[in-house]
């Protein structure tokens, strides 16, 4: 598989992963008023740890694709938003063997901070002349290497990550059958 394909197939899967995060909060968010909402709560937390453990991990290798194989150089930005995925990849499959559903709040932590960063790091891209103290002039954070259905990028790609482990874990702290686990 090029890496075009490699992009375009990311791109999908980032834009899947963001819909199911943003339901996910939905219903987390109305599951006490509305009957669909509890039945998709109750249905993600069968599954949030599978969720998050192959969302993280595919967010980790994806990344590593992009700068390894690719050669697409990681800017500060994107260091800082792998230091928030790569830990809850590792963790989510320690929790998975375990059956662990208590790291949901551990995991929320670091997906808000990744989050703010990915944010950040993604108006920088569509605005590049907000000037950013963080980045370097050797890989500048304003680098786009690509940008696939007209708007996903890596920063947008790990922004939808991070919303999809926010939802997930959201999902595990909130469920009385994952609370008594």
């Given at each position: 598989m090029n890496t075009e394909a490699v992009q375009i197939f990311s791109a999908v899967l980032a834009v899947a992963v963001l819909a199911t995060g943003v339901v996910t909060l939905a219903g987390v968010a109305l599951a006490s008023r509305m009957a669909w909402a509890d039945s998709w709560v109750r249905a993600m937390d069968d599954i949030a740890?599978?969720?998050?453990?192959?969302?993280?991990?595919?967010?980790?290798?994806?990344?590593?694709?992009?700068?390894?194989?690719?050669?697409?150089?990681p800017c500060e930005l994107c260091w800082y938003q792998r230091i928030g995925i790569y830990p809850i990849a590792i963790m989510s499959w320690v929790a998975l063997v375990?059956?662990?559903?208590?790291?949901?709040?551990?995991?929320?932590?670091?997906?808000?901070?990744?989050?703010?960063?990915?944010?950040?790091?993604?108006?920088?891209?569509?605005f590049p002349e907000m000037k950013s103290s963080v980045c370097s002039v050797d890989v500048p954070c304003t680098t786009v290497w690509f940008r696939e259905l007209g708007f996903v990028t890596l920063a947008f790609m790990a922004g939808c990550a991070f919303i999809f482990v926010i939802a997930m874990s959201l999902v595990m702290v909130k469920t009385p059958a994952s609370a008594e686990e």
């Open positions: 740890l599978w969720a998050i453990s192959a969302v993280a991990t595919g967010t980790m290798l994806g990344s590593l694709y992009f700068s390894e194989v690719a050669g697409f150089a375990r059956g662990d559903k208590k790291l949901g709040p551990y995991w929320i932590a670091l997906s808000l901070a990744g989050l703010a960063v990915s944010i950040y790091h993604y108006l920088l891209e569509w």
